[in-house]
């Protein structure tokens, strides 16, 4: 069965610092994958998705995310982060041709301090 | 427009005893999903509904749970003799189809916490 991993369970950085959370996948094959993100006392929402294509996808708020097929892997990078930012990451996938049921991380909770 | 909407936001109950979680789906979505929500954990698959039926419901954990969406708008999740281990955010989710890049639009949740 297929699984998602997300090593960094809480996340704390300064405003301006870098972010990158990892998300790694095990399945052999063909994946959608997606990055979700949950504000404090908000619904989930998408933050960015991957089907195919260029590898390197951009979302809203400045947050991109690389495929690396090679690696499983689908990070979560945002050059600068704000305090606005202070959140629960989660990264999912759908099994092409699976279906359209998620299959979600553990999630990464993220604080940004001011 | 309005969102979906999950109603209660909050339920108590005692083990033993049955709950019903309602889910209305932004209109015009005719796929439908729900998921679960163990704290510190990510949401688990349940089923997904396009329409009136049931396309996959192989994530429900057992058969006291059980799902249904008489006209394909809104859907109730059924639990019969709750268990303490049912406690959990249970999350409903729309989409205009059933295909993968159609985005998911989640509600706001309900907790249930079963004493």
């Known amino acids: 069965a297929q699984s998602v991993s997300q090593h960094n369970h809480h996340v704390i950085l300064s405003e301006a610092a870098s972010l990158e959370l990892g998300c790694n996948y095990s399945y052999g094959g063909t994946v959608n994958l997606f990055w979700y993100v949950q504000y404090p006392g908000q619904h989930l929402q998408l933050l960015l998705k991957y089907f195919s294509g260029d590898p390197l996808v951009k979302g809203i708020k400045g947050f991109e995310a690389e495929f690396i097929k090679s690696k499983f892997s689908f990070n979560l990078r945002k050059p600068s982060v704000q305090w606005s930012d202070t959140a629960e990451y989660f990264c999912a996938l759908i099994l092409t041709g699976g279906g359209n049921k998620l299959t979600f991380g553990t999630g990464t909770q993220l604080k940004v301090e001011l | 427009g309005a969102g979906v909407s999950q109603t209660p936001s909050n339920k108590v109950t005692e083990k033993g005893k049955y709950v019903e979680l309602r889910c209305d789906p932004i209109?015009?979505?005719?796929?439908l999903y729900w998921y679960r929500q163990s704290l510190g954990q990510g949401p688990e698959f349940l089923i997904y509904f396009q329409g009136t039926g049931a396309a996959d419901d192989s994530g429900l954990p057992n058969d006291r749970f059980f799902a249904v969406r008489p006209e394909g708008s809104v859907s109730t999740l059924k639990i019969q003799r709750t268990e303490r281990g049912d406690s959990a955010m249970y999350l409903c989710?729309?989409?205009?189809?059933?295909?993968?890049?159609?985005?998911?639009?989640f509600g706001p949740g309900t907790r249930l916490t079963v004493l």
């Open positions: 989710a729309s989409s205009f189809g059933l295909a993968g890049y159609n985005e998911q639009f």
């Open positions: 209109s015009g979505h005719t796929a």
